[in-house]
């Protein structure tokens, strides 16, 4: 699970490798831009000791949950 899960988590994320956005200031008076290209993801690193997986079938809809108490580390890079 250890191995698994943290290549699962990004992978299925779908994660933007750009980002673009703008603040504006004083009723946009002044506006800063924000472009992050070549965003890359490093591996995350969990706490996943005491991962739980709970199968329901609340309203009659089967779902799967995962309950995993911390995300310790996740680096993201940007230019």
Not at 13 to 23: A, D, G, K, R, S
Not at 30 to 44: E, H
Not at 53 to 76: G, H, Q, S, W
């Amino acid at each position: 699970m250890q191995e698994f899960f943290p290549n699962y988590f990004v992978a299925d994320m779908q994660l933007p490798q750009e980002f673009h956005y703008q603040i504006n200031f004083l009723w946009d008076y002044f506006t800063w831009n924000i472009d992050w290209s070549d965003i890359s993801y490093d591996k995350p690193e969990f706490d996943i000791k005491d991962i739980k997986f709970r199968m329901t079938d609340a309203y009659d809809k089967p779902e799967i949950i995962v309950d995993f108490p911390a995300l310790e580390k996740f680096n993201i890079h940007a230019k």
